[in-house]
């Protein structure tokens, strides 16, 4: 038990880690429910980048808004179209990166978790209903957004938690629970949970 002089010290010190730890509570989805949740799924290649801003709540938020030329849909609506190829935009809140006061201090972006998506990247997308102010992420944030990664033997899809819980509590599939899989793997699973 702690003394009445050392509790005041406890105290500020406890506040004082506290006030400087920063997390986001996420809930985890799994396969279905991430299908479940998204506006669009599909798999894409970014063939354009650029940063910008979106006015909302009387201010400026930064903003990226990635184009995507679609190699596979599972799910929704694709308006831009040249000939047989269809492209999607998707912007989502940009962030400014972290950053140190000259006294030390971190500061931390709102929006680290929001996944950053490379030119040129392949990626399997599950992405939300574009808001009033037309921003959009990933469904689950990093857990919607399958990076493709080709070993030269074959394609494997893995998103920012190492696939973790993707499969969890879905009957009738032999697929890990994590780790990486075949994007041939990821694509069956999508087309059969959303054909249920």
């Given at each position: 038990m702690l003394s009445r002089a050392l509790r005041p010290a406890v105290a500020v010190v406890v506040l004082t880690l506290a006030s400087s730890v920063q997390a986001t509570m996420l809930m985890q989805f799994n396969l279905k429910e991430l299908a479940a949740h998204a506006d669009r799924v599909?798999?894409?290649?970014?063939?354009?980048?650029?940063?910008?801003?979106?006015?909302?709540?009387?201010?400026?938020?930064?903003?990226?808004?990635?184009?995507?030329?679609?190699?596979?849909?599972?799910?929704?609506?694709?308006?831009?179209?040249?000939?047989d190829t269809s492209y999607v935009e998707i912007r989502m809140?940009?962030?400014?990166?972290?950053s140190t006061t000259?006294?030390?201090?971190?500061?931390?972006?709102?929006?680290?978790e929001v996944p950053r998506l490379e030119m040129n990247g392949e990626y399997v997308l599950f992405t939300t209903r574009p808001s009033s102010v037309g921003l959009s992420t990933t469904v689950g944030l990093g857990q919607g957004a399958f990076r493709i990664v080709d070993t030269g033997k074959n394609e494997e899809a893995v998103n920012a938690f190492n696939n973790v819980g993707l499969?969890?509590?879905?009957?009738?599939?032999?697929?890990?629970?994590?780790?990486?899989?075949?994007?041939?793997?990821?694509?069956?699973?999508?087309?059969?949970l959303l054909s249920e």
């Open positions: 599909f798999r894409g290649r970014v063939v354009g980048v650029e940063t910008g801003t979106v006015h909302a709540g009387g201010g400026e938020l930064p903003s990226i808004t990635y184009r995507l030329k679609v190699d596979e849909s599972f799910k929704g609506a694709y308006a831009v179209t040249k000939g809140v940009g962030a400014k990166s972290d000259p006294e030390g201090q971190r500061h931390f972006t709102a929006f680290r499969m969890r509590g879905l009957a009738r599939t032999s697929l890990p629970d994590s780790g990486p899989i075949s994007y041939p793997q990821l694509a069956n699973a999508i087309r059969n």
